[in-house]
């Protein structure tokens, strides 16, 4: 894990590594000497950057990892395969690049389906997963694009083969700073002028959507795999949800449908989508509540 130059923003304690690995070129940071290992997964419009407040809180008594999915961030985009299964198998060589054996996952948003993949096809590399604001193809995640029914357009229009890479650059910033955080985010405050920019040098990278549009694409052509996979291979390490009150309790019903084992469900009332940006304290105190009564069992 040798580090390299930050490639854009960086924190205080975080060092900025490349791993190449599954065929693609993985950027994440590291925090932390010591514990069991967590490793945090971003969802959209987002980076490893949406972390940066819940890292240093929780990287005094655990090591953290927080990645670029493939397609994102200062990961590879190269014209190759994006998606779920993919980005799971990314996940679970990344674990082994870093040797820090098996972690506790947390997933946020679009990368839910990514996270259960990794933990029913390789429970060998999961201590526990936490799934925050999120949910899976067969599971309600496609009635998130029914405009009709409080859906809303982007999940259609990311998950349009090549329309996202072709209209949106140029536009980062619009979509961004305009639509995206002041629909999503309900803290005023929680994301500053210079984390937008941030988010933007990424999303504003040549061939920055081709992440996106491989997970978004996935919930339309998934055709029932994932429950085919959540019956022949629930997940069997404890699962925490987390979700703002007043979100219909979506990611909570979706895992209990999915794991064969504990659930832990919690709601914060008077955040918006955002959790990890909005409410850090509150999801390092509960993640770390968690983990640590999963870590005594396994002891």
Known sequence: MTPITPPGATLPGVTHHLADVNGTQLHYVSAGTGGSPILLVHGWPETWWAFRKLIPLLAPTHRVFALDLRGFGDSGNADTEYGEAVSAEDLHHLVAHIGAGPVHILCQDISGGTGFRFAATHPEDVISLTGIETTLAGFGFEALADVNNHGSWHVGFLGAP??????????????LADWAFPLMNGTPGSIDAGDVDEFVRSYARPDAWRGTEGLYRGIFTDHGATKALAESHPIAAPVLTVEAAGHGGITE?????????EVTAVQFDKVGH???QEAPEALAATLLEFTARVDTKRT
């Not at 090549?162 to 979509?175: D, K, V």
């Not at 019903?253 to 084992?261: D, I, L």
């Open 162 to 175: 090549g329309i996202a890479g072709m209209l949106l650059p140029g536009h980062e910033r619009e979509l």
């Open 253 to 261: 019903r979706t895992f209990r449908q999915v794991t064969a084992g």
């Open 274 to 276: 955002l959790i990890a």
